[in-house]
């Protein structure tokens, strides 16, 4: 009984190197979301995908950050020439599709930046 | 932008009820969801409101009134595993219908 798994749960990178976060939905979901939480701050939207395509990206920066969801395996986030900024818990959501269904989220990836 | 309001914290006894409210205002408004989230663990769904009302599951509780934008979350006997952060998510129709817009989340304390 699977839920959505993420890895690593932890990642430091040090400031100008690549970070890639990766998400595997629950079984039977095609849907996968993005969040990024900081401290004391709520969960913020990055990006929407569904099987090789981007649905809505319009809350992920335009630079640096890419995310992909292929054919086969995980959805990939990925955070290139890492900031301090961009230290935060990144959560991957998932769900079957229909708007009444919840997303359903994994532990998340706690990126620091060195 | 959402503008989503709940209470930074609450506490309460165990055994206690406590109602965590929640203030939207969107244009498209879709649906509500409420969330807990431990700390350094994932959020988990508790509730959804479409329709005006109250949804009953358990020691939990949500109501919504989508005319006021306004919901509350009610949880009864509690328990000292309660205590977490609850989160208050708005979903909009439309081209985003797919992401949630999140309050910052209450944090809630319950003391034996």
């Known amino acids: 009984n699977a839920g959505v798994m993420q890895n690593p749960r932890h990642l430091v990178r040090r400031r100008g190197q690549e970070a890639r976060l990766r998400c595997s939905p629950m079984?039977?979901?095609?849907?996968v979301y993005w969040y990024r939480q900081l401290p004391e701050e709520g969960l913020k939207f990055m990006v929407y995908?569904?099987?090789?395509?981007?649905?809505?990206e319009s809350g992920m920066p335009k630079e640096r950050f890419s995310a992909e969801f292929p054919k086969e395996g995980p959805s990939i986030l990925r955070i290139q020439q890492v900031v301090r900024g961009d230290s935060a818990a990144y959560f991957c959501?998932?769900?079957?599709?229909?708007?009444?269904?919840?997303?359903?989220f994994g532990d998340g990836t706690r990126l620091s930046i060195l | 932008g959402q503008n989503i309001d709940q209470p930074t914290e609450m506490t309460a006894t165990e055994g206690a009820i406590v109602q965590i409210n929640c203030t939207y205002q969107?244009?498209?408004?879709?649906?509500l969801f409420w969330y807990q989230q431990h700390a350094g663990e994932a959020p988990t769904f508790l509730s959804y409101?479409?329709?005006?009302g109250l949804e009953e599951k358990g020691r939990f509780s949500s109501f919504l009134s989508r005319s006021k934008g306004y919901s509350y979350l009610l949880l009864k006997e509690l328990q000292m595993k309660d205590s977490a952060s609850y989160l208050c998510?708005?979903?909009?129709?439309?081209?985003?219908?797919?992401?949630?817009?999140f309050g910052r989340g209450t944090q809630l304390t319950v003391w034996p």
């Open positions: 969107t244009s498209g408004f879709n649906g």
């Open positions: 998510a708005v979903q909009r129709r439309g081209s985003t219908l797919g992401r949630l817009y």
């Open positions: 995908l569904q099987k090789e395509n981007i649905i809505d």
């Open positions: 409101n479409v329709l005006d």
């Open positions: 079984k039977g979901h095609s849907h």
């Open positions: 959501a998932s769900s079957p599709g229909e708007s009444n269904q919840p997303q359903h």
